[in-house]
């Protein structure tokens, strides 16, 4: 009998789409403390190259050029920074009930130094810090947004600790 076993598959990246790469950069790298791995550049539509044929097949080609800069995690995954030069600057109204991404997440211990530092970088806390099971586990999270209007969220501890049934104890 064969059997169709699936596995869970790893994250890669997400790609971000910003107002202007060096702010951003800046904010990613000194607030989240994220690696630079590749400095901002700039892309430029043409065909002579793979990455400028896979940019018009993605972008279509109503574009001349654009910015991007890659980050990475502590934990490997790729911040992909995008600015178009043509593109609104102002992010969309925050609707997470629309399909689409609503937001990505960091964790991080310390989650009110790291939102103090948000909101001095030029970003918004969003909500107060909560406690996700208050009585049992001592995970907090809150949702903020970086100077450019982008929506994540901060956790304490691992999702999988975070939601996992007696995955801690007092």
């Not at 920074?81 to 960091?106: C, D, I, M, Q």
């Not at 001095?120 to 810090?129: E, L, S, V």
């Not at 999988?160 to 049934?165: D, H, K």
């Amino acid at each position: 009998m064969k059997t169709n076993k699936n596995y869970p598959k790893s994250f890669s990246h997400i790609g971000l789409t910003v107002p202007n790469i060096n702010e951003a950069v800046k904010f990613y790298s000194e607030v989240m403390g994220w690696y630079v791995i590749m400095e901002p550049s700039t892309v430029k539509k043409e065909t002579e190259t793979a990455i400028g044929q896979m940019c018009i097949d993605v972008f279509g080609t109503d574009w001349t050029e654009f910015e991007i800069a890659h980050l990475a995690t502590s934990d490997g995954i790729g911040i992909e920074l995008f600015s178009f030069p043509n593109g609104v600057k102002e992010a969309p109204e925050f609707n997470p009930f629309n399909t689409g991404l609503f937001h990505f997440s960091v964790q991080d211990p310390n989650i009110e130094e790291l939102i103090a530092t948000i909101v001095h970088y030029g970003g918004k806390q969003r909500m107060p810090i909560r406690a996700y099971y208050p009585n049992d586990k001592p995970f907090k999270m809150c949702y903020v947004e970086d100077p450019f209007g982008i929506v994540f969220e901060i956790y304490t501890h691992s999702y999988e600790l975070t939601y996992s049934s007696g995955a801690y104890s007092k």
